[in-house]
């Protein structure tokens, strides 16, 4: 699905990501952990195609296709779904209008006619019953005055309609309270296939309770210093990150 | 400079040919009033640059044309010309002017009931009492040449009447043409519009040039507005003109007690537009909405100059301009709040958000506010930069291209002014143009 090779990556001349390695088979569910400032947003915005980052080195491959020469919007039509640590408030702009001309794009792009109205109305039912959203949320303008955990939920929402091959979960998890969490979590593995896999990216193992990954990564300083399968999470919530630090200490002076 | 004396002494000229021509009306009070403005218009002489007024907007590439003034002849137009610039699927009573000129042949009224309607000019003999109490009171023409001007040459435009308790369900569309297409022609137009006691009514205002060549057509349209008690107008102006044409025009309202005003100002193109809008709260209660768009390309300027004037206590002023400009537009705001010292309880809130697409358009704003009263609530702001980057990301991150993305941040940002006009069918039409003019079929 996913090979990332001797990625770097700077923003403003300055270098976050230092050579990140990282394969990502189908079916997969990825985790990265890591203390702040290691690099965990970075990584999920060079791989949407953010502009504001220089990638400096390395390659990565999507589906046999090099993901970094891809505009944005081609990398979300091939299949490429970042969910926004921070979604944007889009004011006039209603979910469902925005939508349609998402789901219309991605089909367009594989070759397919634009969504019947009433396909699409039956599609999105189904799906905002996956995060539990109300037809008013959805007919309200994209994220405005939408809690934060309003903001999560229409986020793995327009997963779930983009029907992505590659999901990125930027700390989806921050400010949601349990039962938040529960629901996002819950739509996550619902979308759960064998041909789509998942990288989700939070501080915190506590997410991963409701989410199991596959393998859990560790960054540190723009690198992965560590991998593992989920009880690696585990290890982490009871250890802290401090000796991770010391671990990538080693690594240096060795 | 001395081709601004010539249209300036054209007028003084016509003026006086105007004049001889009167029949009887020559001594009445409105008629003493005209000829007052006209000598301070002579005096004044065209607003430049170092008005304060006029500090952005220069009118000699305006006034330095050599028009004819508003030919009286009979126009050509057939109902088929003026077509295109009708309201489609909207009963309403149509008005039509041409060259300031009511052509009753082109003009559809259907409103009967409860409305008196009449060409300007007929109002003044017909209709003296509330002519005299209102004409050239509200719009303060003392101190402002274009007003001075405007007022002088008061004879076309349109009387509206609207009887105490009426509400009009049907629109009145006045419709300005300036027919420039033999020669350039200034066009002036004063309207008198009075809503009685309780009464609502609906009025969209628009101006088109037909213009060939190097022909640029002058359109001037004043409209005095009075509304008594708890009375309701919606007014909406759309502009949509030719670059060959230039509009200098203005509203001015009068409002009693607990009388709602909304007013949307849309311009999405033309050569050289400023309008003036101002609404006196004078009666307590009383409630006024300015909302203006202006989505400009090309070399079009678009100046708005507004005053919300609260004269009493408990009245509130709402006040939203957008602008999105691009290639070498020019927009001009110029909001004033005035709270004067028996205005307590006032709620007046201001505010002028600005898209510039491109490097080579401009934007001045300048809110002012002036209070005198100590209890009150009042708040500006204005903003002036790009589309924001994230939003334009967060889109493209869903599969919409660049363009598109643009496209839909434009039209939901122009859409919080288009969702303020009532008239459905009107608003529609604007979304439509507008959504074509950002080159986007999304919504």
Known sequence: ?254 | MSEVLNLQEKLVKEFALVEGALNGQAKTPVHAIRKQAMKRFAELGFPTIRHEEWKYTNIMPVVKNDYVLAPQSSTTLTKADIEPFLMPDVKANVLVFVNGAYAANLSTIISTKNVEILPLVEAFTKKTVIVEQHFAQIAAWQNDAMLALNTAFALNGAYIEIAKGAVVEEPFHLLFVNDSRAQSTFAPARNLIVVGANAEATIVESAHTLATGENVGFTNVVSEVVLADNARLHHYKIQNDVEQSHFIGALYAHQEATSVLNTVVVTLSGGIVRNNLSAVLAGKGADTHFYGLYLVNGKTLVDNHTLADHAVAHCTSNELYKGIMDDRSTGVFNGKIMVRADAQKTLAYQSNRNILMSPHATVNTKPQLEIFADDVKCSHGCTAGQLDDESVFYLRARGLDKEQAQALLLYAFAGEITEKIGLEPLRERLETIIAERLHQELV
Do not use: C
């Open chain 1, 1 to 254: 699905m996913l090979t990332i090779t001797s990625l770097q990556a700077s923003v403003e001349g300055k270098e976050i990501l230092k050579g990140i390695n990282l394969t990502i088979g189908k079916g997969e569910i990825h985790a990265i952990m890591g203390p702040n400032g290691s690099g965990k947003s970075t990584l999920a915005s060079v791989l949407a195609g953010r502009e504001d980052y220089d990638v400096t080195g390395g390659t990565v491959t999507f589906q046999g296709a090099d993901l970094l020469e891809m505009s944005p919007e081609n990398r979300a039509r091939e299949g490429v779904f970042l969910a926004f640590q921070y979604p944007v408030e889009i004011p006039g702009v209603s979910n469902t209008n925005f939508l349609k001309a998402a789901v219309n794009e991605v089909r367009k792009h594989r070759g397919q006619e634009p969504m019947e109205p009433k396909a699409f109305l039956t599609m999105m039912r189904e799906k905002m019953a996956l995060v539990e959203m109300d037809q008013a949320m959805v007919s309200r303008s994209v994220n405005e005055g939408f809690s934060g955990g309003e903001k999560k939920r229409n986020e793995i929402f327009q997963m779930a309609m983009l029907e992505p091959k590659l999901s990125i979960l930027d700390e989806t998890d921050s400010g949601l309270d349990i039962d938040a969490l529960k629901i996002v979590a819950n739509g996550v593995n619902k979308l759960r296939s064998k041909e789509t896999s998942t990288i989700v990216i939070t501080h915190y193992q506590r997410l991963l309770d409701y989410i199991v990954p596959d393998f859990v990564h560790v960054l540190y300083k723009g690198r992965i210093v560590k991998s593992g399968g989920k009880e690696l999470a585990l290890e982490l919530e009871a250890k802290g990150y401090d000796w991770i630090k010391d671990l990538a200490q080693e690594e240096v002076t060795a």
